[in-house]
């Protein structure tokens, strides 16, 4: 099965879940800005849960940015995005805690 992580070389989370998936394929968001399908399609699988709200970029949006569309929101800056997003056959998941640790079939 093909698996390919949607995040950042350079997020911490990303590197555990990479080195913990042998094989999984890195998608750099930054280099590489998801579609706009894809970004339907990840809105649609996580909702609101998708953009990261604690993140540095997030702090640095004013009110008016904030207020955005989150479709809008991930266009402009990629790295708002939760990370990672992990595409694992047909199957999304978000994030590397526990529970997507034991659906991909780890822990």
Known sequence: MQITLYGL????????????????????IRAEPLTE??????LSAFGDKLINRASTTWRGLDEEARAAPPEALLAAHPTLMKRP??????TLHL???ADVQRALGLG
Request: proline residues 6%; charged residues 35%; positive net charge.
């Open 9 to 28: 070389p350079n997020c911490d989370t990303c590197r555990k879940a990479l080195k913990a998936l042998p094989g999984a394929r890195l998608r750099d």
């Open 37 to 42: 399908t894809e970004r339907a399609e990840f």
């Open 85 to 90: 997003v992990i595409r694992a056959g047909e």
């Open 95 to 97: 994030g590397w805690k």
